[in-house]
């Protein structure tokens, strides 16, 4: 039974307490589903997906994941969402995105333009949170994430440790790669144990440079913000955030010309073989 449908995924309750996870050839940016199919691009996030869990599971890092049931599908764990700061259940999803980041770019980078360069590379990793069921994401103080999630001081730091364990482990098996940033969703096990779920680590959630490249003073992206750079090269993105922030109607989202579609479906492909060392069988 289809339960939701997002923006490049689609989640069936299977029963017995299962989900499946069922990825489409669909690209959103800024919460636009682009009228474009990225050929493979499915295939691609479900593999990478499976991969980091399976990394993880190596690891001690308790996940959700059951197994890839086909090249475009996986089976999960079910978690239950709960209202802001409910904790009557014993299993269930916590409403925020974690982002940590390790470079200056991105948001980051514009909310900061005073005090790093882009590019810059951080002294420390800032973790950040954002709102995961409101229409646009929203960036909350500690405090208020805490709040929102339904977490104790104690549960936040678990969530912090993890995110960072998690990092560690994508950074040191990329070859030719630096991860720049990325983000992950985290539910409640038995009231108790911290879990990851969703995905994680692949050219949708997170934020991949090409490391040769970036060692000579250039930037390149290898992940979604490839598309991202498109539409801001092409004057949407401001047309997007003016009738954002007037409150107007706002302007569909273009479809990617050929080249560009046949340019993204290489990249996922390209992006799957480095960050999982395995030839992309999609």
Known sequence: MLIRKGKVKEVYDIGDGKLRFLFTDNISVFDKIIPTKIEKKGCVLCGVAAHWFEMCGKHGIEHHFVERESKNSMIVRKFSIV???GRDMKNYLIPLEVIARY?????FYERNRDKYEYGQRLEQPVIEFTTKFEKYDRLLDEKEA???GGITKEEMEEIKEAVLKIDEIIAGNIKGLIHVDGKKEF???????????DTFGTPDEDRFWDEKMYNDGKFIELSKEFVRAYYKRNGYYEKLK????????EPPIPPLPDSMANEVSKLYVELYEKLTGKKCEC
């Not at 470079?103 to 948001?107: K, L, T």
């Not at 539910?187 to 779920?197: K, P, Q, S, T």
């Not at 003016?242 to 109607?249: D, S």
Request: proline share 0%.
């Open 83 to 85: 209202e802001k700061g």
């Open 242 to 249: 003016e009738a954002r922030k007037l409150g107007n109607e």
């Open 146 to 148: 805490m709040e929102i």
């Open 187 to 197: 539910a409640m096990d038995g009231g108790r144990n911290i879990v990851v779920v």
């Open 103 to 107: 470079y200056v770019a991105g948001s």
